[in-house]
């Protein structure tokens, strides 16, 4: 009988755990809101705020600036099946990943893993995730200027 209490109460070890819905969130189509910068700086003496637009520096910067400007019009799929791609310019906010590859969530949902086609990994944070609007924390080498911690908005369309 005691075996019997054990073996019906053990737990099943091939059950998936619960899900947190944001997977469902992140899927579909993305266009690019903005791209702000993620900390306060200062630049060419100025003190610039956290959450100010990088379109708005880009002319700033010199030829880096086009980097940022380039992204503007950026659209990003997570696909239902876990491949992703982005119509529009990747060499800024995703060198590593590229314009294609795939994506799944990673540490308790919290992390957008993508992987290029090569498989090299790509994690990036997620800020804040809504049915509407997805920000991401990126960090952005921008040539001749600086590595600069950015938060990419997007909103689903």
């Known amino acids: 009988m005691l075996f019997t209490l054990f073996y ?7 059950a998936a755990p619960p899900s947190s819905g944001k997977k469902e969130m992140v899927e ?3 266009k690019q809101k903005d791209l702000v910068i993620a ?10 705020p956290a959450g100010t637009s990088m379109m708005v520096l880009a002319p700033m910067l010199g030829p880096g600036g086009a ?18 791609k982005v119509a529009g310019c990747t060499e800024l ?3 590593v990943t590229g314009a294609e590859g795939t994506w799944s969530l990673d540490i308790y949902d919290a992390v957008l893993l993508l992987k290029s086609a090569e498989g090299k990994a790509d994690p990036h944070w997620i800020d804040d995730l809504t049915a509407t609007t997805m920000k991401i924390s990126i960090t952005a080498v921008i040539p001749n200027v600086a590595t600069v911690p950015l938060t990419l908005i997007l909103e689903k369309s």
Do not use: E
């Open 39 to 48: 900390v306060s700086v200062k630049l060419g003496g100025n003190n610039i």
């Open 8 to 14: 019906g109460c053990r737990k099943k070890d091939d």
């Open 93 to 95: 906010l995703f060198p």
């Open 28 to 30: 579909g189509t993305w």
């Open 67 to 84: 980097l940022i400007t380039c992204t503007k019009d950026n659209t990003y799929s997570f696909n239902k099946d876990n491949t992703m």
